[in-house]
């Protein structure tokens, strides 16, 4: 990658790519030129320079937090839908060479073919030669949106105190098989969330939310998903947003709160 500052920013350069060895089970990246570094100096270096790469682009909103409904208090603000970028460390995609931890820019050409760096992220762990990786991008998409809101909250009630005995009175303590177990209580969450795509095509994004732990669906989240999957404390479905348009994906979930 090539070291920019922030924002669009037009490129046109060169480099020529590390060699790459393997030592024991370490990798050793050997630059092809000597790298001057001055005094008090820092500088990066490219050890990597691929074009035409090819990614399978995913649209990903993260867990978060869902907003109580406040219409007094306006609209409540969208939340960002992150890009996803799949891809494999291969000779046919371009790449093929081990990678190291680092960052990662992108350039992509304008519409008078220019390049221009859309965005700079990290790969967090090393990558072997023809092993496939993700790169999540941290700039949102622009296009691309979200509203989480928590429509409604019901709680079982709490079961009235039990009336303290007489102060006279002699109590005998119950034995353990005696005593009352408290009765469950469960809370019901009405959650709605809103997928907001303002391209000119239909976009398809992968949603991830948090789930209580032992939380049970009561109200489906409906036709508009897909792909749903379930684990402890987490749900990940797929909703398709049509071109210009927005969808609403509505459901309930009920878990123990004592």
Partial sequence: SMPMGGGLESASFGADAADVETVGEQKLYSLPNELAVANGETKTTALLLAEDV???????????YYQPVAPSRGRAEKLPVNVRLKLVNSTDSKLGSA???G?????EPDSKGSLQRTDTCQVNGHVAAGESFELLLPTPSRDVKALRRLVSVKDDPVPPAEVAPDAAATV???????????APRFRKESRELVLFNYKDKEVEVVV?????????FV???????KNLSTTAGAATFAVAVPAGGEVKVAYTIKFRIN
């Fill in 172 to 182: 005998v303590p119950a034995s353990p098989a005696e005593k009352k177990k408290e």
């Fill in 103 to 107: 960052q990662v820019n992108f350039f």
């Fill in 54 to 64: 090819p990614v399978k682009a995913e649209y990903f909103l993260a867990s978060g």
């Fill in 208 to 216: 991830s939310d948090s789930l209580p732990q032992d939380a049970e």
């Fill in 219 to 225: 109200k489906p989240i409906g036709s508009s998903v």
């Fill in 99 to 101: 990678l190291p931890p």
